[in-house]
Structure formats: C-alpha cells, structure tokens
C-alpha cells in the first residue's frame, strides 16, 4: 500500500511540473508582455498623497523593462554598488554576504545571490562593472 501511494504521488508530481513547463514555454513563446492591458490600466509609478486616502500626484515609471540592454544594465548595476549608511548619512560601498563552502546549505543559499553575480562576485562567470555616479 505504501509503494502504491508513493507511485501515486510521484504521478501527481510529474504531472504538476509538465504543467508548469508547458506554461513556462507558453510564456516564453509569447515574450514579454504588460501586466495591464492598456496603458491607462497602468498605475504603477509614484503616488504622492495629501493625507493617507486622497493621491495628490502622480508620477509615470519612467524605467520600464525589458532590462536586458547594456545602458540599462549599467544604471541598474550603478544602484546596486552603493547603499545608504544611516549612521554617517552617506552613500558607502556595499557589502553583500560571503557564499558557504560547505554541503550543509539550503537549495537557495547554494544557487546564490543574484547581484553578487552581476556584480562580479566570488564564483560569479561576470566580470566586476566599474560604473561613476553622477548626482
């Protein structure tokens, strides 16, 4: 009865991620789309408020993606070098977390961290960006 109920499982699973492949071609055929149907839909963007329930203004995205150009890329990567120190009120260079060498580590933490790797991280295959802020 075990097996039986095991073997059941395991053709639910099988079946549970065809799907979810079939859906992933699916979008990956169609490319990326707007999550809203017209720009009008769109509300995404700044909002500013005169108390906490009327929008007194409102300001456009004006970084909209697809984010895979190498301009975009560098203005993305020119954010992520740098993060705000409360204590002294500056910009510092930041500072992301060291990887685990051993085989104790969760499926997440072994996959890594994105930015380290655009950033040119340990173990990453991309090389360091050298990217000037202007303010």
């Known amino acids: 009865m075990y097996i039986s109920k095991r073997n059941d499982i395991l053709q639910h699973k099988d079946a549970y991620f ?12 169609n490319g990326p789309r707007p999550l809203n149907a017209t720009a009008v839909d769109n509300r995404s963007g700044l909002w500013l408020f005169t108390d906490r329930t009327w929008p007194n203004q ?20 020119s954010y992520l070098t740098e993060e705000w120190d409360e204590k002294t009120l500056s910009w510092k260079k930041a500072v992301y977390p060291e990887k685990k060498g051993d085989s104790s580590i969760g499926f997440m933490e072994w996959c ?6 655009l950033l040119g991280g340990r ?13």
């Open 123 to 135: 173990g990453a295959a991309a090389k360091p960006v050298e990217t000037t802020k202007t303010t």
């Open 18 to 29: 065809a799907m979810c492949e079939a859906v992933l071609k699916k979008w990956k055929i």
């Open 58 to 77: 409102f300001f456009p995205p004006n970084f909209l993606p697809p984010y895979d150009t190498e301009e975009k890329r560098q203005i993305i990567l």
């Open 112 to 117: 890594g961290n994105p930015i380290e790797a």
